[in-house]
């Protein structure tokens, strides 16, 4: 048998399994000696503290809880019935004094395991008996022997603590036996496991090796093997997912296709001249980095982010420009058929505008959106296929199978953070590998863009226009809404108008239309009857949201009562106040999303955010660094720190650092949909530093040998294909 042929085989061959216990290991997806070697605990108790009876009865007297270890002989032992309770006591002495330990459970095996004259070593953490003994309950022992050579498992270290399904322990496996078992496979297999990382990798990182990390991660001889252990594994397992991403980054940029373009087209340089604005400089520079992705042959896949109101719209609709100068059509794909709706609209008034001065090209729009009458819709389509339409305009249904672009050149995401990298992989496919650019409002940190968006080039628009002054954020109780509504009502009589947001609270359709109802007719008969107030929610069809928007925009209303469906994208530029309703139901970024709807002109915008009484107080008290609050902490106050952040942060970026720390590890978008397989080992908040340097180390290595052929890298190689077979779909290894 070959080394790797006994790692493969059955846990059952491991000292004290078995067939019946290799079957409970298999259950819960340990098959292999391997599996097992791998089967890391989930914490460490540290028992390297061993004191006499005397100081530790001393100890515990003055309040310590910790755990500690004695070692004493068994003085003699007794087990007595409480009507069906069986508890079993063993007194111990050392040369300080005595104690003693009892068992409620398992008592008949534990009966024959302490024998008067055995010395045992016990550790957990003690008691003071009412009789005042110094007491442990079904403490963690080891018999010591004679016999110097017998290493212990449970005393005198640090000692792993594992998960014990329940599949397991209907085979007798307790902390103990596990414990031995994983041990006898350590010393027994351990030898014969095959180094996984490159040996320069290693060095220049001062890893751990496999094997002294395995057996350092079940049986540190120090905390800092320990930490050292975890940090190897972390680091590979980050290792292994950035060569992936550096993989997949040069195969998208390696695909046949994709088209070298010309960048400085006369229409172009006329759509400058009919803006009302100057772009920022911010706007300018991702331009500039655009234009250079759209000259080059390999095919654009770029990440542009920019907050909320950072100006996107207008540097994607230049791309869209040069991509149509150049013959080609450009797509522009938004998350919701209102944002669709109003993209065409604004696009369409621009090119009205570049019209005048350019009268020789005619940009032709389509819009493609559900809902749309079937001829217009098959006219549309028809347009497309014979490249009637320059840009064509829709929801995600753009790139169903129906939808056959003529020459698709360009295609934008817009405000899609979800967007799986396995979608943007199909778009890739569309059309003859057209450019690609991504649009995100929603900030992503950066431990994100180097993991789940690291194939995508970043671009990112790091300043507002300049016409921009912060949105001032008020968290208010409920019982303010009086006064409230009296700014809301002052204000309109500046000329403002008002978004009053709240929250779906009802499952069911017909309840949530008529709680929007009363609420809007609430308003409307008390505290702003005298004002015109719209309604917009969830339930009505496009046009009907569409419809309200455009009475909005053109000033028919003063106040747009709204579900959410207001979140994304949607621009009114005289809209500079948004009331948020029961504000702690919302996530922080959709409230940082709700916020970017007002002050996108040039006045003071607000936005307030009202929530109960006992929650704005409590706000307030979270009012700390968030550095300084504990995990414990956070959690307990997590509505409290997302209004409290709302209020002191404009940023969009800070704002989303901190929704990933309260979020945590868990819930990270993208993640799940991504197409990289999930971790184990890593964290993608706390192990920042760690993602930076093993993305800088499987970049380089791919930027070297991109087809991992040379004789060093060929380890990389096993392993992907071994144990990321279904994440290599994207990459290109032979
Ligand atoms: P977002 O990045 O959120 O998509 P938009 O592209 O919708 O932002 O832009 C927000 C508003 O700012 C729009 O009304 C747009 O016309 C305006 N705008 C964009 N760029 C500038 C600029 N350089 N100067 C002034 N206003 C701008
Ligand atoms: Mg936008």
Redesign the pocket.
């Known amino acids: 048998m070959s080394k790797e042929d006994t790692l493969n085989s059955s846990v059952q061959y491991i000292k004290s399994v078995g067939p019946k216990r290799a079957e409970a290991f298999n259950k819960i997806g340990i098959k292999t000696i391997r599996d097992l070697l791998f089967y890391f605990p989930s914490r460490h108790v540290d028992r390297t503290n061993i004191l006499t009876a005397l100081k530790a009865y001393g100890y515990v007297l003055n309040g310590y809880d910790g755990e500690f270890t004695i070692i004493g002989q068994v003085t003699d032992k007794d087990s007595r019935r409480f009507g069906r309770r069986e508890i079993f006591k063993v007194n111990f002495r050392d040369q300080s004094g005595f104690f003693e330990c009892v068992w409620f459970q398992g008592v008949k095996f534990f009966i024959n395991v302490f024998n008067r004259g055995d010395i045992f070593a016990i550790s957990g953490k003690p008691t003071v008996s009412k009789y005042g003994n110094l007491q442990f309950a079904h403490p963690e022992f080891d018999r010591i022997s004679e016999d110097e050579s017998q290493s212990f498992l449970n005393t005198g270290k640090i000692i792993p603590i594992y998960r014990i399904p329940k599949e397991l322990r209907t085979t007798n496996i307790g902390d103990f036996s596990l414990r031995r078992i994983i041990n006898n496979a350590v010393e027994n297999y351990l030898d014969k496991l095959e180094e996984t990382l490159p040996n320069h990798i290693i060095k220049d990182n001062e890893l751990q090796n496999i094997k002294d990390a395995v057996r350092n991660y079940h049986f540190p001889n120090s905390k800092e093997n320990l930490i050292e252990a975890k940090r190897r594994f972390i680091f590979e397992e980050l290792f292994f997912l950035e060569i992936l991403v550096a993989l997949r980054k040069k195969n998208i940029k390696s695909k046949l296709g994709g088209h070298s373009l010309k960048i400085n087209t006369s229409l172009v340089k006329d759509f400058l001249k009919t803006l009302p604005?100057?772009?920022?400089k911010a706007?300018l520079k991702v331009l500039s980095e655009i234009k250079n992705d759209m000259m080059v042959e390999s095919p654009m896949n770029r990440l542009l982010q920019?907050?909320?109101?950072?100006?996107?719209?207008?540097v994607a609709l230049i791309a869209m420009l040069i991509a149509v100068d150049n013959g080609f059509q450009a797509a522009l794909m938004a998350p919701t058929e209102i944002l669709a709706d109003q993209h065409a609209k604004n696009i369409s008034n621009y090119m009205k505008l570049l019209k005048q001065v350019n009268s020789q090209k005619e940009v032709k729009i389509s819009l493609l959106i559900g809902g749309q009458k079937k001829s217009l819709r098959d006219k549309n389509l028809e347009d497309i296929e014979l490249k009637e339409s320059d840009i064509i305009i829709g929801t995600h249904a753009l790139f169903e199978e129906k939808v056959k672009f003529s020459k698709l050149g360009l295609v934008i995401i817009?405000?899609q953070h979800r967007f799986g990298v396995l979608q943007r992989s199909r778009l890739h496919e569309k059309g003859n590998a057209p450019d690609i650019i991504v649009?995100s409002?929603t900030p992503i940190p950066r431990t994100l863009t180097m993991t789940v968006y690291g194939d995508l080039d970043l671009s990112i628009?790091d300043e507002m226009?300049?016409?921009r002054k912060p949105v001032k954020t008020i968290l208010r109780g409920e019982e303010k809404l009086p006064d409230i509504f009296k700014f809301i009502r002052d204000k309109s009589e500046e000329g403002l108008q008002s978004f009053i947001v709240y929250p779906l609270v009802e499952e069911s359709e017909k309840l949530e239309l008529k709680a929007a109802l009363t609420y809007y007719e609430m308003l409307k008969a008390t505290y702003l009857k005298d004002l015109k107030v719209g309604l917009v929610h969830g339930r009505m069809s496009w046009n009907e949201k569409e419809e309200t928007m455009q009475l909005f925009r053109k000033k028919e209303f003063d106040v747009l009562v709204a579900t959410t469906v207001i979140e994304v994208?949607i621009?009114i530029?005289d809209a500079n106040i948004i009331l948020i309703n029961d504000a702690h139901r919302f996530g922080l970024s959709q409230l940082h999303q709700l916020r970017?709807r007002v002050g996108?002109g040039g006045k003071q915008a607000y936005c307030i955010l009202v929530t109960s009484e006992d929650i704005a107080k409590r706000s307030e008290k979270a009012n700390k660094n968030l550095e300084f609050l504990s995990p414990a902490e956070i959690e307990k106050h997590k509505a409290a720190i997302r209004l409290q952040s709302m209020v002191k942060y404009n940023d969009g970026f800070k704002i989303a650092e901190i929704d990933l720390k309260l979020r945590g590890p868990g819930d990270i978008f993208g993640l799940k949909q991504s197409g990289f397989p999930e971790f184990k080992h890593a964290d993608i908040i706390t192990d920042s530093k760690l993602i930076l340097q093993a993305k800088e180390e499987a970049f380089k290595l791919i930027g070297d040998d991109p087809e991992l052929k040379l004789p060093s890298n060929q380890t990389i190689k096993k392993n992907l294909l071994d144990y990321y077979p279904d994440n290599l779909k994207y990459a290109n290894i032979a």
């Open positions: 604005f100057e772009l920022t706007q920019g907050d909320v109101g950072s100006g996107k719209t207008i817009d405000e649009m409002a628009i226009p300049l016409n994208g621009d530029p970017g996108r």
